[in-house]
């Protein structure tokens, strides 16, 4: 069987390489890595890891022999610098050429940085993506320390339960109007916005950052768009992430949003195929790019048996998390084109859900601590089951029964 090639070691690359063997392919495999260390877990990161309750050998999501097990070539701190489809080889940053009979791009996301113009490149100023940049930031992260998130989505939000957890001093600034306005309703941004200030963080709203201000170098605070200041020792950016698709676009391969694939997850050249945060697929007559750790490892597991010759499109069963303080968020579904909000009492103090509809379609729901709501949406969704919006907001409603069998 012709060998597969997989650049990204991330959630999707180590995915993909690990359904091939269990699949029983037997040809080569190859798992290209740009960071130095095995393919690990993201969302603890800025979580456990940062709270020091993780260490790097439990991020990990296999142990490191089991490439050479399985007969995987894991070559970590390996930067591929180009790809040529027609000669069917991967050219790396130090010159050497690898060759591959299938290519799956799994390069996912990079996140937005300020520009050098506004502080971008100031000592001080992190991002939170990659274990590199957690071991950067943490030795900053100081009792005391006053600390300014930039961006209100759950990137900047799980950044500010994390911090107010160390004892810093947080505040939280965004451009928009309200906290998580591209992803999430109003009434579930309520729910947060009261949780975050409960617990001492500052979250301002509309108001926008003009730039940053420093001393010799490193960050002393910023300047806003309304005028005011503020002063910080470090800064968090959390502006969201775009797909990295630098050497898909290199390489001539189309893109729309995200390297465009069809519904088993080819790109635009024979042979090479994407998956994960970096591709955009086929969903509801356009392309739909989804950023999560099930969405990396269903689709990855997806083009995998897709290159033994399964054929299977790919049906994506959206959901998500977020943990912040003592609440975990769980969605299922997509909001998006949503009409009105339900919500849904919790079974207990601080427990609440709301339940997206498109006029009497169920889309989404998010549940804030409410497992139960969470599972039995989801199935709800999956099912294309759509309860009236009446029952599910109503407490003495046994949302079990509301399942079609």
Known sequence: ???????????????????????????????????????????????????????????????ESYYAENAITLRTDTTAAAIDPDAQRVTLADGET???????LATGAVP????????????????????????????????????????GGYIGLEAAAVAAKLGLHVTLIEASERILGRVAAPETADFFRDLHRAHGVNIREGVALDHLTAEEGHVTGAQLADGSTLSADLVIVGIGITPDTALAEAAGLAIDNGIAVDEQGRTSAPGIWAAGD??????????????????????????????????????????FWSDQYDVKLQIAGLNTGYTDVFTRPGTREGSVSFWYYAGDRLLAVD????????????????????????????????????LKS
């Open 1 to 63: 069987m012709d060998d597969v090639v997989v650049i990204g070691a991330g959630q999707a690359g180590a995915s993909l390489v690990a359904r091939l063997r269990s699949q029983r392919f037997e040809g080569g495999i190859t798992l290209l890595g740009a960071e130095p260390v095995a393919p690990y877990q993201r969302p603890p990161l800025s979580k456990a890891y940062l709270l020091g309750d993780m260490d790097v050998s439990r991020l990990l999501l296999r142990p």
């Open 112 to 151: 937005r940085r300020l520009p050098a113009s506004v502080g971008g490149d100031l000592e001080g100023v992190h991002v939170v993506r990659t274990l590199a940049d957690v071991d950067a930031l943490e030795p900053a992260c100081q009792p005391g320390a006053r600390l300014l998130i930039i961006g």
């Open 278 to 319: 970096c591709a955009a697929f086929l969903h509801d007559g356009g392309r739909l790019r989804l950023e999560s750790v099930p969405n990396a490892i269903d689709m990855a597991e997806c083009v995998a048996d897709n290159i033994m010759g399964a054929e299977t499109p790919y049906v994506p069963k959206p959901w």
């Open 367 to 402: 549940a804030a601590n409410e497992p139960r709501a969470y599972m039995i949406g989801k199935r709800l969704i999956e099912a294309g089951q759509s309860p009236a919006p009446e029952q599910v907001s109503n407490p003495d409603t046994d949302l079990k029964a509301l």
């Open 98 to 104: 690898v060759p591959f009979g299938n290519l799956v």
